[in-house]
């Protein structure tokens, strides 16, 4: 099975909204398998986004994600990675189709409430920033056999 990062950020988490995220990745069928609320250090906000590093917006994405308690979640499932940025929506809320996490609930590019990897490959590197091999566990859910084939 695949798995994905997924972070409601400092806005999502100060909204209340981290059940809701949980929520709908459970009703969609996905198991979580991680998961944690932390103040993000300067060091872990650089490594997670230094692609953007020589971009003029790289110290207003830093100085956002370290200003408050953010949910770091991994889920798994089949098409995960796909599937949960259909769910989140399009970067820019007012770009994000109604029904998706920031089409319900985002106006501001700056604060788009959630984080999801872009890529099979983007979420590897980022469950390894996030996450020690322990801290993530390996199950089965009962309601497997009714979701898969």
């Keep these: 099975m695949e798995r994905t990062f997924i972070a409601?950020?400092?806005?999502?988490?100060?909204?209340g909204l981290v059940g809701e995220v949980i929520?709908?990745?459970e009703a969609k069928g996905f198991t979580l398998v991680g998961l944690k609320l932390l103040q993000v250090s300067k060091d872990l906000a650089e490594q997670h986004y230094?692609?953007?590093?020589?971009k003029p917006f790289f110290p207003g994405l830093v100085a956002f994600i370290t200003s408050g308690p953010v949910v770091a979640m991994v889920w798994?499932?089949?098409?995960?990675?796909?599937?949960?940025?259909?769910?989140?929506?399009?970067?820019?809320?007012?770009?994000?189709?109604?029904?998706?996490?920031?089409?319900?609930?985002g106006i501001d590019i700056g604060r788009n409430?959630?984080?999801g990897s872009d890529a099979v490959?983007?979420?590897q590197r980022e469950i390894g920033l996030w996450f020690q091999s322990e801290e993530l566990a390996s199950w089965e859910p009962s309601l497997s056999s009714w979701i898969y084939e």
């Design 23 to 25: 929520r709908r990745f």
């Design 8 to 15: 409601v950020k400092p806005d999502g988490v100060q909204r």
């Design 76 to 105: 798994e499932g089949k098409g995960v990675v796909a599937a949960a940025r259909k769910m989140i929506g399009a970067t820019n809320p007012l770009n994000s189709e109604p029904g998706t996490l920031r089409g319900d609930y």
């Design 50 to 54: 230094g692609e953007h590093q020589e």
């Design 121 to 123: 490959e983007t979420a």
């Design 113 to 115: 409430i959630i984080h």
